[in-house]
């Protein structure tokens, strides 16, 4: 079963940006879709985006078009979540999701701590 890591996240001012990286332990066939839930305390997980690794299609939640970028390294196995215009609002746990259809949640990283002060 493909296994996920996380890497990036981190503390940042309100305006700043951060980039998150999702590394898969194998190669993903076209179908495949990488992308990040997030959950802050208190609150129920949600959706951010996600990207399908053949076409390159994007997906993003209403909250964060506009300033958030995912993108894919199909030669690295790799999703990036390029976030910018961050708002404290998007402070959370980051967790990188796989899987083979809509939604993907069969497969999750080990999440991501982002932080963002105002």
């Known amino acids: 079963q493909v296994q996920l890591e996380e890497s990036g996240g981190g503390l940042v001012q309100a305006g700043g940006s951060l980039r998150l990286s999702c590394t898969a332990s194998?190669?993903?066939?076209?179908?495949?879709?990488l992308g990040w839930y997030r959950q802050a305390p208190g609150k129920e997980r949600e959706f951010v985006a996600a990207?399908?690794?053949?076409?390159?299609?994007?997906t993003y939640a209403d909250s964060v078009k506009g300033r958030f970028t995912i993108t894919r390294d199909r030669t690295k196995n790799t999703a990036y979540l390029q976030m910018n215009n961050l708002k404290p609002e998007d402070t959370a746990v980051y967790y990188c999701?796989?899987?083979?259809?809509?939604?993907?949640?069969?497969?999750w990283g080990q999440g991501a701590q982002v932080t963002v002060s105002s």
């Open positions: 999701t796989g899987g083979s259809s809509w939604p993907p949640r069969t497969t």
């Open positions: 194998e190669r993903l066939y076209s179908s495949y879709i």
């Open positions: 990207i399908r690794q053949g076409a390159g299609t994007t």
